[in-house]
């Protein structure tokens, strides 16, 4: 499982704050969002959150969603659709001993190299006249491993440059490096170096513009210009010129690496810095139904919230913020890599015996997304993939617990662990 070690560690915590809330017979939303950390809040390293941190806000939201109706799996006529039931088509059930769980958690995961790491990433970004028409070249060493961000790159290059025609160059380190694909930091890194990059190739292309018209128009030299729609425009709308022909046959390109804003390495002694650039938070209620008898478990709902600072492309943040939760999915309920205590060898090397969850596995995942900007980050965006993979697993294990009363303290939750055999 991806988060840095996050995962794991979330899941201890959150167990925990459940038994508190138990033991001082609390409603366990309601003392998370009594404990719940928000902007301004001094980390136990010290560090001071400055961006917006809804923990509260979020978990208000996923108690107040509409529950899933229940007993889904019976019919009018009282008959069960044991496709609904835990077990599905085995048919293992008919409703006998199923019983529902609800259950809470929050988590909050760092974004980006953190304690002093010299994160950066480079963008070479060129524009040039083509066939008539301004086109812009984006190059980067970003490995794109389904998080969007070939798309997210030209997103960007078009709002920056104000072009429509947009090439994403092959991924490669001819180009200098982008940094590893982890950490929720390539929208966040990369997108800004591209922006960056993107900035300085249209301060260039102004600089041309200056040169050539200048002397015919006075807001050359005294407004605030910008490209869009492939002219250059004043920041009222009074249009200058067009891109075309400015740069006529001249072709404007510029590679420059960009960071983020320095973090420090923690005292080994204290354990106090300002180590990350940046947190996400995310949120999940989960609703199971477990057959007791059998030991079977059905994730009818996981639903979430999630601060994502600034959703640049709306679609691709709910597909990120699902597929993580989907991945919490299968740490709690089906993936296990089984060593051999004698031989240290893996005893499930294939998909056949580690099972990943599939869309017959996957729950129904409601969605709901806040955007508060980061004021340090481009476009205030927030690292968003790793931050559903943490507190879904901790979530579904709630629920487990909630309707058997069992207190299962290690993932995945096998039958055996349910019915004591």
């Known amino acids: 499982m991806r988060g840095f070690g996050a995962v794991q560690a979330c ?42 941190a809804p923990v509260a806000e979020l978990l208000r939201r996923v108690k107040e969603r509409p529950l899933p109706p229940e007993r889904q799996w019976e019919a009018a006529d009282g008959e069960a659709d044991v496709r609904a039931l835990p077990g599905g088509l085995s048919n293992t059930t008919h409703g006998e001993g199923v019983v529902r769980g609800i259950g809470y958690a929050v988590g909050i995961k760092n974004v980006g190299f953190s304690e002093g790491f010299d994160d950066y990433s480079t963008a070479k ?18 490995a794109e491993v389904g998080q969007g961000g070939v798309t997210i790159h030209a997103q960007i290059a078009r709002t920056e440059l104000g072009v429509q025609q947009v090439t994403i160059h092959p991924a490669d380190t001819q180009v200098g490096s982008a940094g590893s694909t982890s950490a929720g930091r390539q ?21 041309i ?73 995310a949120a999940h209620r989960a609703v199971v139904e477990v057959d007791t008898e059998l030991g079977l478990v059905k994730v009818v709902e996981l639903a979430v919230a999630q601060d994502v600072g600034k959703a640049i492309n709306p679609l691709s943040v709910i597909g990120q913020i699902q597929g993580g939760t989907v991945q919490g999915l299968g ?40 955007e508060l900007a980061d004021p340090n980050a481009p476009y205030g965006v927030r690292g968003i993939g790793e931050a ?24 995945p939750v096998r039958p055996e662990h349910l019915t004591g055999g």
Not at 125 to 140: F, K
Request: charged share 25%; glycine share 6%; hydrophobic share 40%.
């Open 11 to 52: 899941f201890a915590y959150e167990a925990q704050m459940d038994k508190l809330a138990a033991r001082l017979g609390m409603d366990p939303v309601e003392f998370r969002q009594l404990n719940a950390m928000e902007q301004g809040t001094l980390m136990p390293t010290g560090q001071v959150v400055d961006s917006p």
């Open 125 to 142: 970004v060129r524009l040039e006249v083509i066939n008539g028409e301004p086109v812009a070249l984006v190059h980067t060493a970003m």
């Open 187 to 207: 929208t966040y890194m990369t997108g800004g170096s591209i922006k960056n990059s993107c900035e300085l190739v249209r301060e260039k292309v102004l600089e």
């Open 209 to 281: 513009g200056r040169r050539k018209f200048g002397s015919y128009h006075p807001a050359w030299a005294t407004a605030r210009l910008l490209l869009e729609g492939g002219k250059v425009v004043t920041d009222d709308g009074e249009v200058l010129a067009t891109v075309v022909d400015v740069l006529e046959d001249e072709a404007v390109e510029v590679e420059a690496e960009w960071r983020h804003r320095p973090t420090e390495a923690f005292d080994l002694v204290t354990g106090q810095g300002d180590g990350h650039v940046q947190y996400s938070f």
């Open 331 to 370: 740490v709690a309920i089906m993936e296990e890599i089984i060593v051999d205590p004698k031989t240290a060898k893996v005893r499930n090397p294939s998909f056949t015996d580690y099972l990943l969850p599939t869309i017959l596995d996957t729950p129904t995942i409601p969605v709901d997304y806040l």
């Open 388 to 411: 559903p993979t943490l507190s879904s697993t901790p979530a579904v294990l709630a629920a487990i617990r909630n309707a058997t009363g069992l207190e299962l303290t290690k993932t």
